[in-house]
């Protein structure tokens, strides 16, 4: 069993939307520094997501 996370779901979703609206015109570590986050937990973020949308995928 992993550590909890010291952010809620709603802001690790949000930091994941903010990301995919820059559409590659922002870096990970350009939108974790305005959040306050570390550039990793963005990635860990974003990478779960992609996960759970290949999950949801039929």
Excluded: C, H, N
């Excluded at 939307?17 to 939108?31: D, H, M, N, P, Q």
């Amino acid at each position: 069993m992993g550590r909890r996370s010291p952010y809620p779901e709603e802001f690790r979703k949000d930091a994941v939307a903010l990301y995919r609206a820059a559409a590659g015109k922002r870096t990970y570590a350009a939108v974790a520094a305005d959040l306050g986050i570390t550039t990793e937990s963005l990635r860990t973020w974003i990478r779960k997501d992609e996960a759970q949308a290949v999950a949801r995928t039929p």
